[in-house]
């Protein structure tokens, strides 16, 4: 009996941690806003100084020349990312 009752605490609690994993991976895509427009529903990029910053789908998704679809990224003299498609890359 006491034996059983050890193994369901077990149980609980190894469901109370996956909860818990699950509660913090889903507050690190939302939790902040957007660098750029202040949505939220972020996407995490690291500048090349290293530096976090969370941009939209709307916002990574898209050239800042041209509108077109984004294909990469770099970081600007401001420690932010630019997003451009792959005709503007080269700017
Ligand atoms: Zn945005
Ligand atoms: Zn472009």
Partial sequence: MNNNKRK????LCLFA???LCIL???AENT?????ICGNS???KFTTSNGT???????????CAFCGEKAKSSYTNL???HIFVCS?????
Avoid: G, P, V
Avoid at 87 to 91: G, I, V
């Fill in 31 to 35: 939790s902040k806003d957007c660098f």
């Fill in 8 to 11: 369901h605490i077990a149980a």
């Fill in 78 to 80: 401001l420690d932010f």
């Fill in 87 to 91: 005709k503007h890359k080269q700017l």
């Fill in 24 to 26: 913090a991976s889903c």
């Fill in 52 to 62: 976090a910053r969370y941009y939209c789908k709307s916002c990574y998704s898209k």
């Fill in 41 to 43: 529903r972020t996407k």
């Fill in 17 to 19: 941690a996956a909860c």
